[in-house]
């Protein structure tokens, strides 16, 4: 779920100040690597005293790894956010959707190209016109069923616990015209990863979690990452993200995901976003060319590739991954083209809204 974007801070559009907030700095280890693991520190703490309740972060430099904290884990609370919590993914989950996908092209099971109507006959309307790629690559023109939904702290609060069906998500948006006929715009939708959620459960015949699980969570040893469906808690440790409804401030860490399903509804650690990114753009996960399907952003798709995108940063660089943003919880996946410098990162939101500050700098530390 969220828009599109890497830059944490448009994916969060989170908080003012955090309460009672507290920077942890983590036991440095190099002193002569190119990172600056102090001006990283100094970043997360900007989070922190300006919009985050807290925000827990892991860098790759190299051959040499390390974490960073600022903040806490709970309002009132001096517990710090575990490096090691698990969070919600939001969007980052559309990644690991499009991998699962392009193995199934890779197999001979699913044609990037075919209409949609070949797989889920009769769920969209124009589902003749819009095909695989159309969805993976946000060109089909459906209207982002989200934009259906009361996303605002006291709407939201209504349906949190609410259980929907991906066919319920999808009429949201066939409810609506396309924003353009598909193949000639561009347009971040979360419409597009429910439909591909319900493409391989359609062409494996069993969920889609299933697939996830058995074709890249168990193969990489992601033990941390999981598909929560309904469940409305987050397993194991984690920090809490806040809203303020009517005045109250309001624990927003449980909820049902199936409002998000394929489109953001995971649950991860920087640990495991850190070895499947690490994994995927090194071809672990998939062929040579569906590796190059995976990367073929375009400018007229603004970057996005098959759920993975490419962001030219201030000072040049370019790096991959993905953002993420659902209620409570904003995420970042980065890696360099060539994984030796990678960047995995949650932020819990405060309970009241506002400008985070430190993105910025922290980009720029740790890729340019």
């Given at each position: 779920m969220g828009t599109r974007g890497i830059a944490l801070a448009a994916v969060v559009g989170l908080a003012?100040?955090?309460?009672?907030?507290?920077?942890?700095?983590?036991?440095?280890?190099?002193?002569?690597?190119?990172?600056?693991?102090?001006?990283?520190?100094?970043?997360?703490?900007?989070?922190?005293?300006?919009?985050?309740?807290?925000?827990?972060?892991?860098?790759?430099?190299?051959?040499?790894?390390?974490?960073?904290?600022?903040?806490?884990?709970?309002?009132?609370?001096?517990?710090?956010?575990?490096?090691?919590?698990?969070?919600?993914?939001?969007?980052?989950?559309?990644?690991?959707?499009?991998?699962?996908?392009?193995?199934?092209?890779?197999?001979?099971?699913?044609?990037?190209?075919?209409?949609?109507?070949?797989?889920?006959?009769?769920?969209?309307?124009?589902?003749?016109?819009?095909?695989?790629?159309?969805?993976?690559?946000?060109?089909?023109?459906?209207?982002?069923?989200?934009?259906?939904?009361?996303?605002?702290?006291?709407?939201?609060?209504?349906?949190?616990?609410?259980?929907?069906?991906?066919?319920?998500?999808?009429?949201?948006?066939?409810?609506k015209p396309l924003d353009f006929a598909p193949g000639t715009g561009w347009n971040y939708s979360n419409t597009n990863y429910v439909v591909a959620g319900m493409l391989v459960e359609k062409v494996t015949g069993r969920p889609y979690d299933v697939a996830v699980t058995q074709r890249v969570l168990r193969p990489l040893g992601l033990r941390g990452t999981s598909v929560p469906g309904t469940r409305a808690a987050i397993p194991g440790p984690h920090a809490h993200g806040y809203v303020r409804v009517d005045g109250q401030v309001v624990d927003i860490s449980e909820i049902n995901p199936s409002v998000a399903y394929a489109a953001g509804e995971m649950i991860s650690t920087t640990d495991d976003l850190d070895r499947f990114v690490d994994a995927l753009l090194d071809g672990r996960l998939l062929g040579p060319a569906e590796q190059a399907e995976l990367t073929s952003a375009q400018p007229s798709t603004e970057g996005y590739g098959l759920g993975f995108e490419a962001t030219e940063l201030p000072c040049g660089v370019t790096v991959w991954g993905h953002g993420g943003g659902i209620p409570g919880y904003s995420s970042l996946m980065l890696s360099s083209p060539d994984t030796k410098t990678r960047l995995t990162a949650s932020l819990t939101s405060a309970p009241d809204p506002g400008q985070t500050e430190g993105l910025d700098e922290l980009l720029n530390e740790v890729f340019c």
């Open positions: 003012a100040v955090g309460i009672g907030g507290t920077a942890v700095a983590e036991p440095g280890v190099a002193a002569d690597h190119r990172i600056d693991r102090q001006a990283v520190q100094r970043a997360l703490d900007d989070m922190a005293r300006t919009g985050a309740q807290g925000v827990q972060l892991r860098v790759t430099d190299g051959r040499q790894q390390f974490t960073a904290r600022a903040g806490t884990a709970k309002v009132d609370s001096p517990r710090p956010v575990p490096t090691d919590g698990r969070f919600r993914v939001g969007s980052i989950t559309k990644t690991f959707v499009s991998t699962v996908v392009l193995q199934l092209v890779g197999e001979g099971e699913v044609d990037l190209d075919a209409p949609v109507q070949r797989y889920l006959p009769g769920l969209l309307p124009d589902g003749d016109k819009i095909t695989v790629r159309h969805l993976l690559q946000h060109t089909s023109g459906l209207y982002n069923y989200t934009a259906a939904l009361p996303l605002d702290p006291a709407g939201f609060e209504a349906i949190r616990y609410k259980t929907w069906t991906p066919a319920e998500l999808v009429a949201l948006s066939t409810a």
